[in-house]
């Protein structure tokens, strides 16, 4: 099985924002689709990674023909600066409809309540989570955040 390094994720965004000319948020921005009442993948991410969330969001939609939640793409409220109860049951809800959670760990998902909140959340539910480890090379071993 061959790796997803983080180098090719992050120079596939930079070659479709290259060709199009448009910052990699309007790209998403773009991709975005009215709300589905199914997803095959909760994106869990951090907002300030806008470029490797969309080499993995164009990877997973594009290559494999998933079906992508991404909130700060489709939720009603992208900046959780001021995060209300509804805006926590929207996400719950989009969870809810969705299958699996890809966890984009980065380095501003450690700064994220967010993140944890959704992991968290998954795994209680007891659903499919895939946490997409930052690596530059095949052979890179990860040390988790538990060990922090």
């Keep these: 099985m061959e ?15 290259k060709a199009t000319g448009m910052s990699a948020r309007r790209m998403l921005e773009r991709q975005a689709t009215s709300a589905l009442p199914h997803y095959d993948v909760f994106l869990s991410q951090a907002i300030r990674d806008e470029d490797l969330v969309l ?22 409220q992208a900046d959780h600066s001021g995060t209300t109860p509804a805006d926590a049951e929207h996400i719950r809800r989009m969870m809810l409809a969705s299958t699996a959670l890809i966890f984009i760990d ?22 499919r989570v895939c946490v997409f480890f930052r690596s530059f090379e095949a052979r890179v071993v990860h040390t988790g955040a538990e060990s922090s």
Excluded: N, P, Q
Excluded at 3 to 17: G, I, K, P, T
């Design 3 to 17: 790796f997803l390094l983080e180098d090719y994720v992050r120079s596939r965004a930079r070659s479709s924002v």
């Design 55 to 76: 080499g993995v969001y164009s990877i997973l939609t594009e290559d494999l023909g998933l079906s992508v939640f991404c909130d700060w793409l489709l939720a009603s």
């Design 106 to 127: 980065s380095e501003h998902s450690k700064s994220s309540t967010w993140m944890s909140w959704e992991i968290g959340w998954f795994h209680g539910a007891k659903r």
